[in-house]
């Protein structure tokens, strides 16, 4: 009886050393597969950020070669993600410049649900204003309004100067197509107060000379157009002459 009690202590002893081995085996192989596939999740996303840098180098002179490496990039990386939000917006205004509205809103549209499921405050005041500024090229101002008004509140509270003056001045458009002139302008200044761009601060006051001549104010319109003048961008400055004539 003794013997057959050491026998069975010593078998139940090896079975449960068996369990534990191959307990300690799986656990290797999940650990090894998670490795692998962080690994491969590392690569993925490192050539989908090489993928969205060489598409920015070359997206003013080749724009369907940077459309095609963009949506190359968003199929190597995750949805939701930092970068996937970036892609995005990026394709959404490379797609704006083309004139191609429908589309460029579709691909902002996707930006800020993405911003909205991650919880990330990075892009979303971007995201929002993206998006009311294809509603203004859309000719539906009231609407971009909405949007670009959110974005303006997100950027306040972030203290982010750059995308304060960004929305202020796409207010001033929305307004300025409602013919809310005095809350144009009032967008228009203080974009100008918070911007370090100078494109877009002679670009600013153009538009401005533009809603005072729109409003009768002739000595007002006179002095901003004056200023368009000084602009770096020919664009503006044709602009600006073309209101002094």
Do not use: W
């Amino acid at each position: 009886e003794i013997s057959c009690s050491l026998v069975g202590s010593e078998m139940c002893i090896r079975d449960r050393y068996q369990a534990v081995a191959l307990m300690n085996s799986r656990i290797c192989y999940i650990v090894i597969l998670l490795c692998f596939f962080a690994c491969h999740s590392d690569r993925y996303q490192e050539k989908a950020t090489r993928l969205y840098e060489y598409g920015i180098e070359i997206e003013s002179f080749q724009p369907d070669s940077a459309a095609y490496l963009y949506r190359r990039a968003l199929s190597l990386t995750s949805p939701n993600s930092d970068l996937s939000v970036a892609l995005h917006l990026r394709l959404g205004n490379l797609l704006r410049t083309h004139n191609l509205y429908n589309r460029a809103l579709e691909e902002h549209t996707i930006a800020l649900k993405e911003c909205m499921a991650n919880d990330s405050m990075k892009y979303t005041a971007r995201a929002l204003r993206e998006v009311g500024k294809d509603y203004l090229y859309q000719n539906h101002p009231d609407s971009a309004l909405q949007y670009i008004q959110k974005a303006l509140t997100l950027s306040e509270a972030a203290a982010d100067t750059a995308e304060m003056a960004a929305a202020h001045n796409n207010l001033s458009v929305a307004y300025s197509e409602l013919n809310d002139l005095g809350h144009a302008i009032r967008h228009a200044y203080r974009a100008i107060g918070l911007s370090t761009d100078s494109i877009l601060i002679y670009r600013t006051y153009s538009a401005i000379g533009k809603m005072y001549l729109l409003s009768g104010q002739y000595d007002s319109a006179f002095h901003y157009s004056r200023q368009g003048t000084l602009s770096p961008n020919l664009y503006t400055q044709a602009n600006s002459y073309k209101q002094l004539c």
